[in-house]
T-cell receptor, first 112, second 114 residues
């Protein structure tokens, strides 16, 4: 079956530090991959996506590259801000599954 | 971006009563919607997949007679928690699926059963 494993948190960084949140997946075929973010007190929202191998999704300074050879979709940002403090979810969607599979979420706290 | 609303945002009910939660996609039509519970340590649990015009598909372990889902139109899905008990207290989140399989989430509904 499909599964997503993401880096356990919590992750605490200082402002302007480099961020990596690891995400690996198991799936048949060629799933689409997503990162969602949940800011404190808010609902989840789509951060970025990639639909095929070697695609790079990017948004708000965040990037993730679809690596089929390592079945990974790691989230990166070069310089985090306090406002990036949130919970980040990695997810995949196989067209034949009818639903998405989510990781357990990683809490990021950025300190000034 | 696409907007999904949920109503109510929070509700308190007495044990044994039923509660209905509405999920609306405001600016697009959604053939598929999903209902989740989010637990205190943040993980999402998919409860069911709701397809417009057909019966919902429930995940293993989710009681379909307790959590009634209706997806009567392309912009509205409802979740009714019947005969609610304190263990049903949780944060319920809906989402609508876009054309590229991305999901647009509602803000969630906090249910407290006393």
């Amino acid at each position: 079956g499909n599964s997503v494993t993401q880096m356990e948190g919590p992750v605490t960084l200082s402002e302007e530090a480099f961020l990596t949140i690891n995400c690996t997946y198991t799936a048949t075929g060629y799933p689409s991959l997503f990162w969602y973010v949940q800011y404190p007190g808010e609902g989840l929202q789509l951060l970025l996506k990639a639909t095929k191998a070697d695609d790079k999704g990017s948004n708000k300074g965040f990037e993730a590259t679809y690596r089929k050879e390592t079945t990974s979709f790691h989230l990166e940002k070069g310089s985090v801000q306090v406002s990036d403090s949130a919970v980040y979810f990695c997810a995949l969607r196989n067209t034949n599954a009818g639903k998405s599979t989510f990781g357990d979420g990683t809490t990021l706290t950025v300190k000034p | 971006g696409a907007v999904v609303s949920q109503h109510p945002s929070w509700v308190i009910c007495k044990s044994g009563t039923s509660v209905k939660i509405e999920c609306r996609s405001l600016d697009f039509q959604a053939t598929t919607m999903f209902w989740y519970r989010q637990f205190p340590k943040q993980s999402l649990m998919l409860m069911a997949t709701s397809n417009e015009g057909s019966k919902a598909t429930y995940e293993q372990g989710v009681e379909k007679d307790k959590f009634l889902i209706n997806h009567a139109s392309l912009t509205l899905s409802t979740l009714t928690v019947t005969s609610a008990h304190p263990e049903d207290s949780s944060f319920y989140i809906c989402s609508a699926e876009g054309q590229a399989y991305e999901q647009y989430f509602g803000p969630g509904t906090r249910l407290t059963v006393t």
